[in-house]
């Protein structure tokens, strides 16, 4: 295969006869690179090489201006756009939201050589024809607007002239000022000759020049092309070239030079569809891992192509461990790496309300960062305890003598402290000590990679202090995240290498001019390639059109070349995409993929797969755990102790889960609860109605108790609030809610209790009354087994003895409802009725009457006008008995010894239970 750039020094020999008389114009540097390397190649003698420059670098040198850097054409438009008078002042941070979509148009009127006089007056025009009405009439807000869009030359002139005094400009005002240098220009250097290569669309300040050189015999063009999509007025690859070809008087009647015709040869085309981008990256890896292994040296001419350049990261992660000799065009974007994140976190917790302290959730994220504990360790701070502790005590804020408390060092507290509240100069000067600190830190462990990634941010900084010094404006904290989050996403870390040997890894632009005989496209989607329709522009689309500027068609135009090139010489291509249609953009195979093949020429070459996880149900991987002596010895020391019925519930509804929990004794994760979890929510009301009844033991309950009650709730409710979850902090948010919830609930209980005492008398007996009682006689074990428990009420209604579990989660009726004892035993939705009975078997000893009825059963908080719900045995369709008596509790304790002998019983395993 020869290279378009081989083919360039082919067919123009002259350039090394006299090489310092010529200029070399490319699309891009990286392109600049490969064609030098050629030079060295097709040449037998030594020799200066050539000039050669990217087609921005050579409008610069016409132009005698040069680039003016992100930040410093924001800070100069914003000052242009605060000079003019009448309109409404915005802060810097307000303006940059905006400002930089405006500096985009002034890139393109003045790429595009529009009359800005004309065109302005044109917006404006437009705008008061917009909001004419017949009686004349306006509004402030109209007339807001309309002097905005009239007030635009005045900051497109001012906000120019700034720039052009310090030698500076952007983009479109260095093309501009260049397109009128040409002539003066070809006659400061009457004997250079350009050659320009690879180019396809043009703005027109590039086409005049170049048209001007062309027409003065100063320079010659070689089309990166082919006539499979040339000669094809529809296909939108050679959209821009069939422009040139009919409109340019020098390119009229002459064959246009580096076209050709690969596209009749044959070609390997493997589509694949993939879910999601990691298995993109799988892919391009797997696909990079055969052909290391077939042939290595076909790496040499291979490019992997990523269509989304934030797929480099998994990218890197799926290459072959014994790939040798990568190449990575693009740069590691510094946005994405740890250090980043690290700030990131910072400026979040920077954010916080001085008064109430520092977030404990943002603090804990930055106590359990991976840059920073070194520096813990250092400073002999252990932050995984500290964490333990915050999280333990469920503090939500956290104030300096908080932070004193849970063992702090001055140097944490210095960076986190929010009181007084930081500025900019004060924040960058704290993110500049910590970075000398973790410099130190890192110095020392010789981590050459951390401190490439601290160099890089130290120089951040540096700048962000300089501006910090020059702009007044940067006033907030907000405007500084800004700046730094715009710094931050135009660095990159730049990849050792040898630049011309190995994979290629690249993007679609880097790729201009360069061919491979193996490409690799990933993300070959819609809404990727092409990137589909943006509008960020303040320029309506009828103005666009009216003034020759681009719209998202040209700019579909354009991906389409990309693409379309980037296969015309290869022999082997590889394009992926996503399949999953659940993403914001990217959800479908690009319009690229069914030109491909739909196309008579094209799809006959081409496999076209699908690749998909496969479906079913994954096998239970849970296994059955034996008994082991070891194991037997501390169930018979936990029988000694007591079991719970909260314990023997939970073995029905998941042995593993009993095992894990109270053989074990490995508990939930303990998290932070900015918002209170359903396990706090239903302590603090356990909490609370045991404060209300508790002075009210042994006496009968009255309207004036209840009345009462009622006045102490929001008192005791807080208290209890306090306690279980806010550590003396105030309730707020979503939290204050739940607060309202539960007194809600609360009420509703005593209005519950108030209708039932006018109809019965109430007695109550007990409030969290422990229970305990010995299990005898349980068949395999030659020893007792003590149940225990607590229940949260006992009572008598009219003389009756009641049970009484309060519940804050959702319990139906049914669930308290069994047709036999076996059901009881193995049914997980029993699990409340069985508690509710252990409960009822616990409290018989301790009736004086054995052969009394009584009832057990619950009261379900989120079920709260099911009201009182209790245990029964259906005898009938509609009919359940629900008296406790001597007989029920036998049943019931030969049922608790069938399960107790099962749990004793070293021949059953305890193993995960098979449900339907």
């Not at 008078?85 to 405006?102: H, N, T």
């Not at 050709?260 to 040869?265: A, D, K, L």
């Amino acid at each position: 295969m020869i290279s378009f750039l081989e083919s360039v020094l082919e067919d123009f020999g002259a350039w090394h006869s006299k090489p310092e008389d010529y200029v070399f114009i490319l699309p891009s540097k990286r392109a600049g690179y490969f064609l030098k390397n050629l030079m060295a190649t097709k040449t037998h003698k030594t020799l200066l090489a050539p000039k050669i420059l990217s087609i921005e670098t050579f409008i610069a040198e016409i132009s005698e201006l040069q680039y003016a850097t992100s930040t410093k054409l924001m800070f100069n438009l914003y000052e242009a756009y605060r000079d003019e008078k009448g309109l409404e002042e915005e802060s810097f941070y307000d303006f940059s939201r905006w400002g930089g979509m405006l500096l985009q148009d002034f890139n393109e009127i003045d790429r595009y050589l529009v009359d800005e006089i004309q065109f302005f007056d044109y917006l404006g025009s437009l705008q008061e024809i917009r909001h004419w009405t017949p009686d004349g009439s306006s509004t402030p807000m109209i007339d807001k607007q309309v002097r905005f869009w009239k007030s635009l030359l005045p900051i497109y002139q001012r906000f120019r002239n700034r720039l052009e005094k310090e030698g500076l400009g952007y983009q479109g005002q260095v093309y501009r000022k260049a397109a009128s240098r040409v002539a003066e220009y070809q006659k400061l250097n009457p004997s250079l000759h350009y050659i320009f290569a690879g180019f396809n669309a043009l703005n027109k300040a590039e086409e005049f020049i170049i048209r001007e050189l062309l027409e003065n015999d100063r320079a010659d063009i070689f089309w990166d092309a082919d006539e499979y999509y040339l000669e094809n007025t529809l296909h939108d690859a050679g959209y821009f070239l069939r422009k040139h070809f009919n409109s340019w008087k020098s390119l009229k009647n002459v064959a246009p030079k580096g076209v050709g015709m690969h596209f009749s040869t044959e070609k390997n085309i493997q589509i694949a569809g993939l879910p999601k981008s990691v298995a993109q990256a799988k892919y391009a890896g797997g696909l990079i891992g055969d052909l290391l292994k077939e042939d290595s040296r076909k790496l040499e001419n291979t490019a992997l192509i990523l269509g989304d350049e934030s797929l480099l990261n998994p990218v890197l992660h799926s290459l072959p461990e014994a790939l040798d000799g990568v190449n990575i065009t693009m740069g590691y974007p510094l946005k994405d790496s740890s250090l980043a994140h690290l700030f990131k976190v910072l400026f979040q917790l920077y954010k916080g309300n001085p008064k109430r302290g520092v977030q404990a959730k943002t603090l804990l994220e930055l106590l359990t960062h991976p840059f920073l504990q070194e520096w813990f360790t250092e400073m002999g701070f252990n932050s995984t305890v500290a964490s333990g502790r915050i999280i333990r005590d469920n503090i939500i804020y956290l104030n300096s003598k908080d932070l004193q408390y849970y063992g702090f060092p001055q140097q944490i507290e210095t960076l986190v402290s929010l009181y007084p509240p930081p500025g900019p100069g004060q924040l960058i000067a704290r993110f500049t000590d910590l970075l000398e600190d973790l410099k130190r830190v890192y110095m020392n462990s010789q981590d050459t990679v951390s401190l490439e990634f601290l160099r890089h941010f130290h120089l951040l900084f540096n700048q962000l202090s300089d501006l910090n010094r020059t702009y007044p404006f940067i006033s907030d904290n907000r405007s500084l995240l800004m700046l730094f989050e715009q710094l931050l996403a135009e660095d990159t870390l730049d990849f050792e290498g040898k630049p011309l040997e190995g994979l290629q890894i690249m993007g679609m632009l880097e790729s201009r001019c360069l061919d491979f005989e193996t490409v690799v496209i990933t993300s070959v989607n819609e809404g990727v390639l092409p990137a589909g329709k943006t509008n960020s522009s303040f320029i309506p689309f009828e103005v666009k059109r009216e003034f020759g500027l681009p719209t998202f068609k040209e700019k579909d135009a354009v991906y389409t070349y990309h693409f379309y090139r980037l296969l015309q010489r290869a022999k082997n291509i590889y394009i992926c995409y996503n399949t999953e249609p659940d993403v914001l953009e990217g959800g479908e195979p690009s319009r690229f993929i069914h030109q491909l093949r739909n196309d008579p020429r094209m799809s006959g070459f081409i496999q076209h797969n699908l690749a998909a996880p496969e479906s079913g149900i994954a096998p239970t991987l849970l296994k059955a755990i034996d008994k082991s002596s070891s194991l037997l010895e501390y169930l018979g020391r936990k029988a000694s102790t007591g079991f719970s019925p909260t314990s023997l519930s939970r073995y029905i509804e998941d042995p593993l889960e009993f095992y894990r929990k109270t053989i074990l004794g490995i508990h939930d994760t303990l998290l932070l609860e900015e918002t209170i979890a359903a396990n706090t929510f239903g302590n603090v009301i356990h909490e609370t109605l045991e404060l209300l009844y508790l002075p009210l033991l042994g006496q009968i309950l009255t309207p004036e108790h209840l009345r009462q009650m009622k006045n102490q709730v929001p008192e005791v409710l807080s208290g209890a609030f306090e306690k279980h979850y806010l550590k003396g902090s105030k309730a707020g948010g979503k939290n204050l809610i739940a607060l309202s919830v539960m007194g809600k609930y609360i009420e509703l209980f005593l209005e519950i209790e108030l209708k039932r005492i006018k109809l019965h008398e109430v007695r109550i007996l007990g409030i969290e009354k422990k229970l305990t009682r010995l299990l005898n006689n349980v068949p395999g074990c030659d020893f007792p087994v003590r149940i225990k428990g607590t229940v949260d009420r006992v009572e008598t209604v009219d003389g009756a003895l009641h049970i009484i579990d309060y519940k804050t989660g959702r319990v139906e009726p049914t669930n308290l409802r069994i047709t036999d004892w076996q059901s009881l035993r193995e049914d997980p939705k029993k699990s409340k009725a069985f508690q509710v009975m252990c409960y009822a078997w616990l409290m018989q000893q301790e009736i004086e009457e054995p052969d009394s009825n009584f009832r057990a059963g619950v009261f379900s908080f989120k079920n709260i006008r099911s009201e009182f719900q209790w245990f029964g045995i259906k005898t009938a369709p509609n009919k359940q008995d629900e008296v406790i008596n001597r007989k029920v509790l036998l049943h019931f304790e030969e049922t608790l010894k069938s399960l107790i002998a099962e749990l004793f019983n070293a021949t059953i395993p305890i193993e995960p239970i098979e449900r339907i």
